[in-house]
C-alpha cells in the first residue's frame, strides 16, 4: 500500500500493486479460537499450582518452567488481538496496534518458549548424568541469570519492530501489517527474523543432542531387567517431549524465511507470497498450539505442582460430593415426612 499523496495517484497505486493474502482466515480463526480457550484454563491452572507450591527448595528446572509459563501467558494476552484482525471485526487503530505491538509480543513469547523448552531439555540431561552434575550450569543462580539473559535479548531483538515509525496508508478491510513498515522498518524486521532464526538452530541443537544422549543411556539399562521397563518409560518421555519440539516448531522456521523474503519485495509474486502467508499461519498456529500441552509437561517435571495441583482437584471435588450427599438425603427426608402425615 501507499502512503497518503492524493486520491487519485493513491487508487492508481492500489490497482497496481494491491495484493490482499489475508482473505481466506476462516479456517485459522476457528482454531485459534480453539487454542485460546483449550491453553487458558491449563494455564491459569499452572499460575495458580505455581504460586501455591512451595518454594523452600528452588531448583533450576523450575526456574526454566515459570519462565515457560510466562511465555504462554504473554501469549494468551496476545492471542486475542490477532483473533479479532483476522474476523475483520477489529477497528482500523487496533488492526495498527496488532501490527505495531500484539503481532511482536506474540513472536516475543514464541521465542522465549523455544528457548526454555530447550533449557528444560538440557537440564534434564545434565540433572540425571552424574559426570556433570559438578557443573555450575543447572544451579538456579545460574538459570535465573540464563533466563534474563533470554528475555533481555528477545526484547532488544524485537521492541525495534514496535518504536520503528510506521507509513500511513488507506483504512482497508485486510489490512497487511508489512504495508505499514518503511524501508527501515522491512530491513530491521528481516534482521530480526534471521537472529530468531538462528536462535531457535542453536536451541534446536542443544534439544537433539540432549535427547540423543539422553536416548543413548537409557537405553544401555537394557541389559538390567530392573532397570529396563523404568527406563523405556523415561525413553518415551524423552522422545515425546523432543518430537513434539520438531513437530511444533522446525515446519514454522521452512516457511518463514522464504514468507520474509515476499514481505521485504524479494518475491514479488502475488500467488506466491498468498501461498506462503497461508504457510506462514498453518505452521504458526501448529507452534502456538504448545501452549494447550504445556501445563501437561508443568505437572510431569515439578513435583510440587503436582502435589498443589492434586489438592487443588481434591478441593473440587469436594463440594460437588456434598452436593450428591444432599441430594441423596433430600429424598429421603421427603418420604419420611410423606410416611409421617
Not at 163 to 170: D, E, F, G, I, N
Not at 295 to 314: E, I
Amino acid at each position: 500500500m501507499m502512503p497518503y499523496s492524493s486520491n487519485t495517484s493513491a487508487a492508481g497505486a492500489e490497482g497496481a500493486e494491491q495484493c490482499i493474502i489475508n482473505d481466506q482466515m476462516g479456517p485459522f480463526i476457528v482454531l485459534y479460537i480453539l487454542v485460546f480457550i483449550t491453553g487458558l484454563p491449563g494455564n491459569l491452572l499452572s499460575l495458580w499450582a505455581f504460586i501455591s507450591s512451595p518454594t523452600e527448595k528452588q531448583q533450576s528446572s523450575r526456574i526454566y518452567l515459570v519462565n515457560l509459563l510466562a511465555a504462554n501467558l504473554l501469549l494468551l494476552l496476545a492471542l486475542p488481538f490477532k483473533i479479532l484482525m483476522d474476523i475483520g471485526a477489529a477497528p482500523w487503530n487496533l488492526m495498527v496496534f496488532h501490527c505495531q505491538a500484539s503481532a511482536v509480543t506474540i513472536y516475543i513469547s514464541l521465542y522465549a518458549s523455544i528457548a526454555f523448552l530447550a533449557f528444560i531439555i538440557t537440564d534434564r540431561y545434565m540433572q540425571d548424568c552424574p559426570s556433570l552434575r559438578s557443573l555450575r550450569l543447572h544451579e538456579v543462580g545460574f538459570a535465573r541469570l540464563l533466563s534474563v539473559v533470554v528475555w533481555l535479548l528477545l526484547l532488544l531483538i524485537m521492541v525495534p519492530n514496535m518504536a520503528l515509525p510506521t507509513k500511513r496508508v488507506q483504512v482497508q478491510q485486510h489490512l497487511k501489517c508489512s504495508s505499514l513498515k518503511t524501508d527501515l522498518g522491512l530491513h530491521w524486521h528481516a534482521l530480526t527474523v534471521f537472529l530468531c532464526t538462528a536462535l531457535f538452530l542453536n536451541a534446536s541443537a542443544a534439544v537433539l543432542v540432549s535427547s540423543g544422549l539422553t536416548l543413548k543411556r537409557l537405553l544401555r539399562s537394557r541389559c538390567d531387567p530392573k532397570l529396563w521397563s523404568d527406563a523405556r518409560q523415561a525413553a518415551a518421555s524423552v522422545t515425546a517431549v523432543a518430537a513434539a519440539y520438531v513437530l511444533s516448531f522446525v515446519p514454522y522456521h521452512v516457511v518463514r524465511t522464504p514468507y520474509t523474503l515476499a514481505q521485504t519485495k524479494v518475491i514479488n509474486d502475488c500467488s506466491t507470497e498468498r501461498q506462503l502467508f497461508l504457510g506462514k499461519e498453518a505452521t504458526l498456529l501448529l507452534s502456538v498450539l504448545h501452549i494447550c500441552f504445556d501445563p501437561m509437561l508443568f505437572f510431569c517435571l515439578c513435583s510440587p505442582f503436582r502435589r498443589t495441583a492434586r489438592k487443588m482437584m481434591s478441593y473440587c471435588r469436594r463440594p460437588t460430593d456434598c452436593n450428591e450427599e444432599k441430594e441423596t438425603v433430600q429424598p429421603t427426608t421427603s418420604a419420611l415426612q410423606e410416611a409421617a402425615v
